[in-house]
């Protein structure tokens, strides 16, 4: 693939979830029909070794094999794709970084070193080796709300002023002084935001998402954002009812019962029944029962029957 401009990074973007056998090893075979229905349901693109893809708990050789599978199916598809980089370790994040060079990759991914909170000096310095190792690759910045640093407008204005060319970021987003402030920023540079906040977003500058709609159906996902970019007010109505969904259903397994943000992504993927990934995770993180789908995806069809209308995905009943 042809490395992405900033200004070209935008849309609804799936994250590979990680299959994952019985005995913790991953399923290849699912991963490739992952990346398959992916590719065939049009997402705007397809990013790896996000939190859903677990890669903070991948060997160099398993993050090897995954996106080599990745890059070879995109590349011969013309699917834009970002690999994700990302791991507690500076080091291996930069050797990481190296390494997805080679497969082409229309952006990379990297989150800030984790075990201690860097100053922004060392936030700067540690972006402009990423970016340099990355060249003429982009570089997306992942921020997330439980980082340990979480970057504000004025940091990020201050990075890009430091002469550090990131290309783009994923954040939890704001209010609307926050997304003034995004706006203002000196250079092009691609905002994406939670995916059930897209219609939001994107009718304050947001360009897109890096979404947790998509692993619910990601065709449904696509359907969404061409509606929010053609104007549609129904868009507003329906990203309504998203958030109910999320907030009655997903919300309680991690603020009541500690589940990761991971767990919930397997389990909108089981819920939405498009692929038959199951809910398990790697140890040592729980993972959510898979007598909890069934319930939820009546509860889903209740109030988003648009998960399972238009839609030419194969159905799975339970997730194996």
Known sequence: MIPLMAQEIYGNWATLLLPLNTDDSINYTQLEAEIDTLISCGVDGIYSNGTAGEFYNQTEEE???????LAKKCNASAMPFQIGCSHMSPIISLERVKRAREWQ???IQVILPDWFVPSMPEIIDFLKV???AAAPIGLILYNPPHAKRKLLPA??????????SLAGCKVAGGDEQWYRDMRDLPVPFSVFIPGHNLATGVSHGAHGA???VACLNPQFAQQWYQQIKEGD?????LQGRIQQFMDECIVPYIRDKAYSNQAVDKLMAAVGGWTPISTRLRWPYRWIPEEDVLPLRKKCAQL???VFMNTDLKLFNSSK
Not at 155 to 164: A, H, M, R, S, T
């Open 63 to 69: 993050f090897d094999k995954v996106n080599t599978l």
């Open 105 to 107: 990759p229309s952006a």
């Open 130 to 132: 990423m970016v340099e």
């Open 155 to 164: 940091d990020f204005k201050e990075i890009l002023n430091e002469g550090v």
């Open 210 to 212: 890096y979404s947790n």
């Open 233 to 237: 007010e129904k868009s507003f109505e």
């Open 304 to 306: 988003l029957p648009e």
